[in-house]
């Protein structure tokens, strides 16, 4: 399985390296960045320590690459979806059409999010991944909507980028299973509306 180096070039991991991550993600996610240490996730993984640091160089190193990786696989899910699309509506709105197979796999919400809250430094690595993920979902909205024709697609795309999270945040948080349908059909409405 492919990851991203910390310079963002792909690098292959080993089955150890899999584990570490695999395992550092779900414990990422479920518990929280700042409450998993190295410690646990080594034996967890089982593995030591030195062979958590030999691949990824520090807690940090396996943060950013648990986020690029996570940030990779939605990537992929959006822009598959967007190749087998060619109507601009249904494009523009193809972001909240993946949600219903991307949000049983999301139960603490959003994992960029989250993770936003617990690091408070702007200078994080994982932390400036964080901010270019939802600026691409920002800018994907934005293109999407001026390929369609929408009238201020620059608006229009932070509305449907807080719909989006919104959608997110209310399955994780409020149990809405259908908030997906929903939220898709509320952002329909307004880029139909911006379509006039």
């Known amino acids: ?41 080594a034996a967890e993984s089982g593995v030591t320590k030195r ?4 691949r990824f160089g520090s807690k940090d190193g396996l943060l950013v690459t648990y986020l690029k990786t ?11 979806r967007l190749d087998a699309e060619a109507d601009p509506v249904r494009r523009a709105l193809v972001p909240f059409d993946v949600l219903p197979e991307w949000l049983p796999q999301s139960s603490r919400g959003c994992s960029f999010v989250n993770a936003f809250a617990e690091l408070p430094e702007p200078d994080h690595p994982g932390r400036q991944l964080i901010v270019a993920e939802k600026q691409w979902l920002r800018d994907l909205f934005r293109n ?33 299973s259908a908030a997906a349908s929903i939220t898709r059909a509320a ?3 307004l880029v139909r509306q911006a379509l006039g």
């Open 144 to 176: 999407l909507l001026a390929e369609a024709g929408a009238k201020n697609p620059e608006d229009l795309a932070v509305q449907l980028l807080s719909l989006h999270e919104g959608a997110i945040v209310s399955y994780s948080i409020a149990g809405e």
């Open 51 to 54: 062979t958590l640091y030999d």
């Open 1 to 41: 399985m492919p990851a991203a180096a910390g310079d963002g070039t792909e690098v292959r991991l080993t089955p150890g390296a899999k584990r570490i991550l695999d395992v550092a993600a779900e414990l990422f996610y479920s518990r929280g960045i700042n409450a998993v240490g190295v410690d646990t996730i």
């Open 187 to 189: 952002a329909e409405a």
């Open 70 to 80: 996570r940030d990779r696989r939605w990537r992929e899910l959006v822009e598959a």
